[in-house]
């Protein structure tokens, strides 16, 4: 099996977020997608299979940690979609049957890919108990995210506050399903970006996820309602960082980044 490296969410090599992606004539059983993830040891694995035409999509895709499968993946997506046009294993919009149904990922002309996700559902919640302590720094706001994400999203002070957090990650798992998406507005929007976060998701192996497109889905609803405009630039402040264009559209988040290739090669086993 062909395997590729792709670095999502960047417009240069080792930044952003890796995933590693494999297209195949059919998915083999779940032991075996599971043990791939685990080899590549990257935040999400996306293993992809053309579907017939003239469906409701056109390639089936999954996504798997390296300890489990997630219900939704931004990165591995946007890696996924990189490789079929860069290969011209697909041309044009592409639809991706998936378990949180068909999501569609557009080329642009300037090289970068706009996914189509469904909008987080964000209820406000009591800050849990310990959760200050966990991530630390005091919430000021906090949100389910709904079932489809399984976070927490808290915001906190300051961007510079987002920069320096240190959490438990032990300690964090006990407040949501997946993670802890943490964000704050930017201190400088001339700098580029109009919010700031980071992604602690202890509960599914990864302890920082360094870009994560899921989360712009709770992101995105969040911050246009606050700063008043649907279209924004998130920046995920991780170790390798990374920026996500965000399109609030109703029920769905369009979410647009760059990928490069950083790795091409075999699966001997």
């Known amino acids: ?5 792709v670095d999502a969410f960047t ?74 046009h860069t290969t011209g294993a697909h041309e044009g919009p592409v639809r991706f049957a998936t378990h949180s149904g068909v999501l569609v990922a557009t080329p642009g002309r300037d090289g970068s890919i706009t996914l189509d996700f469904p909008t987080a559902p964000l209820t406000p ?18 949100l389910d995210t ?5 976070d927490l999203l808290v915001e906190v002070a300051d961007e510079k506050t987002v920069h320096g957090l240190a959490p438990d990650h032990q300690a964090l798992a006990a ?3 997946r993670g802890i998406i ?23 192996g990864i302890d920082e996820d360094p870009v994560t497109g899921s989360a712009h889905t709770a992101l995105a609803p969040f911050w246009s309602e606050r700063l008043g405009r649907p279209d924004l630039t998130g920046l995920q402040a991780s170790p390798r ?9 109703g029920d769905r988040t369009l979410l647009s980044g760059r990928a490069v290739t950083v790795i091409d090669g075999e699966l001997l086993a």
């Not at 099996?1 to 490296?5: H, N, P, V, W």
């Not at 960082?241 to 559209?249: A, H, I, P, Q």
Request: proline letters at 8%.
């Open 241 to 249: 960082s990374g920026r996500v264009r965000t399109g609030l559209r």
């Open 11 to 84: 417009d240069r090599p080792f930044a952003g977020n890796p995933a590693g992606v494999l297209l195949l004539d059919a998915f083999p059983d779940d032991e075996r997608l599971q043990k791939v993830a685990l080899e590549v040891n990257h935040a999400e694995t996306a293993f992809a299979h053309p579907l017939p035409e003239g469906g409701e999509a056109d390639w089936a895709l999954r996504w798997f940690t390296p300890v489990t499968e997630v219900a939704l993946c931004g990165h591995a997506t946007l890696a996924a979609a990189h490789v079929l």
């Open 175 to 177: 407040h949501s399903a």
């Open 146 to 150: 709904g079932p489809a994400l399984g």
């Open 182 to 204: 943490a964000t704050a507005r930017a201190d400088d929007p001339a700098r580029g970006y109009d919010y700031v976060s980071r992604c602690f998701f202890p509960n599914v």
């Open 1 to 5: 099996m062909r395997i590729r490296i």
């Open 125 to 142: 919640v009591e800050a849990p108990t310990g959760v200050a302590e966990a991530l630390g720094a005091e919430p000021r706001t906090v």
